[in-house]
Structure formats: structure tokens, C-alpha cells
T-cell receptor
């Protein structure tokens, strides 16, 4: 299957700082990327959907000013957690799909810990 | 709104046993259903993808079935091994994105 690379795999940051997570499609053009969040012992919840060159569509309850998503190219999307707080500590994972295939591929995930 | 549930929440079996994991979804209007494996602190590994027009898919010791009309899928694991220990997630696609179930935590004891 296609490869989606997510970086970093883990990050620890101080409360109040911002953290950027990158999601790259390595061998296909990702027209659509999805960002999910997973709290401990819970399932993955969709945060937002982004199409290349357009503003992201956020799910209800997700603050768009706090979780900035940029999808400026067909191979890269970024999620920036701004002014992070301990309650933002979670596992963030991206998924990408191309224009032709309906199949989506997942990155390895990023474990964010805010102290 | 699509909701996905998985039973059991956790399962512990001795090595060599065959087992079945269950997944239910509330809205049968889906493009496909996919089973994933997630190891602790790791991302997702796709196991099997079943298109809405299909009834089952097989890969090695794994077999997944789909009954869209009843909103159910099962993942059958044959001859379980300790390396199968992980959380198994079921996800449906009503549109572009996935709706995930809460997962079944499987422990296979040597």
C-alpha cells in the first residue's frame, strides 16, 4: 500500500507553546487528508478534513483557532496545536487519500504530551 | 449519525485458539469497512478492507465478513499467536472519512 509518513512520532512540550505535526504522502498525491485524535483507551475521533489548497473542515467541538491545519501541497499537511495545554495531550494521527483511489492510508501517529 | 460498536471490549485467550471479534454499525450506507490493528502507542496497520458490495475478505489467518443489511462485521482469527496481541479496530466509511469503533483489546497468552 501507499506510504504516509508522520513526524514527529512523539513530542513533549511546555504548556502555552505551539507544536507542529507533519503528515506527508511519500508515493502518491494526497488530495484529501484527515486528522484524528485518540485519547487514552478511547477510539480515534475525526478532528478535521482538509483538501489541498482549501480551508479545512472541522468537526463539531474542535476549535479551528487552536488546531491549525494547513494543506498547501499535494504531499504535505500540517497540524499545529497552538497554546497547548495538558488536556491537549493525546495521540494524533493523520490519514491521506489520493484522487483516484477511495482507500486511505494512515501515518504512524504522534504522541503529544503537554507538561 | 453513524455509530460503531465492538464486542468484546477485551479478550484474553490461550495461544492456538480461534477467535471472533464483532463489530456493529448503525447506518448501512457505507462505502466500505476496514479492520485495523493498533499496537500500544503506535499507529494503525490495515488488516482487511471489505467493499460494500463484498461479503468477506481473507488474508492468511484472518477472515473478515460483512453483512451490510444487518450492520455487522466479524473478524475471525485462526490459530491465534502471542504476536496477535494488540487492539483491533473496526472502521466504516460513510463518506470520505472513517468512523471508528472503540476497539477490542486482545491478549494471546503463550
Amino acid at each position: 500500500g501507499a506510504v504516509v509518513s508522520q513526524h514527529p512520532s512523539w513530542v513533549i512540550c511546555k504548556s502555552g507553546t505551539s507544536v507542529k505535526i507533519e503528515c506527508r504522502s511519500l508515493d502518491f498525491q494526497a488530495t484529501t487528508m484527515f486528522w484524528y485524535r485518540q485519547f487514552p483507551k478511547q477510539s480515534l475521533m475525526l478532528m478535521a478534513t482538509s483538501n489541498e489548497g482549501s480551508k479545512a473542515t472541522y468537526e463539531q467541538g474542535v476549535e479551528k483557532d487552536k488546531f491549525l491545519i494547513n494543506h498547501a501541497s499535494l504531499t504535505l499537511s500540517t497540524l499545529t496545536v497552538t497554546s497547548a495545554h495538558p488536556e491537549d495531550s493525546s495521540f494524533y494521527i493523520c490519514s491521506a487519500r489520493g484522487e483516484v483511489s477511495i482507500e486511505a492510508f494512515f501515518g504512524q501517529g504522534t504522541r503529544l504530551t503537554v507538561v | 449519525k453513524q455509530e460503531v460498536t465492538q464486542i468484546p471490549a477485551a479478550l484474553s485467550v490461550p495461544e492456538g485458539e480461534n477467535l471472533v471479534l464483532n463489530c456493529s454499525f448503525t447506518d448501512s450506507a457505507i462505502y466500505n469497512l476496514q479492520w485495523f490493528r493498533q499496537d500500544p502507542g503506535k499507529g494503525l496497520t490495515s488488516l482487511l478492507l471489505i467493499q460494500s458490495s463484498q461479503r468477506e475478505q481473507t488474508s492468511g489467518r484472518l477472515n473478515a465478513s460483512l453483512d451490510k443489511s444487518s450492520g455487522r462485521s466479524t473478524l475471525y482469527i485462526a490459530a491465534s499467536q502471542p504476536g496477535d496481541s494488540a487492539t483491533y479496530l473496526c472502521a466504516v466509511r460513510p463518506g470520505q472519512n472513517f468512523v471508528f469503533g472503540p476497539g477490542t483489546r486482545l491478549s494471546v497468552l503463550p
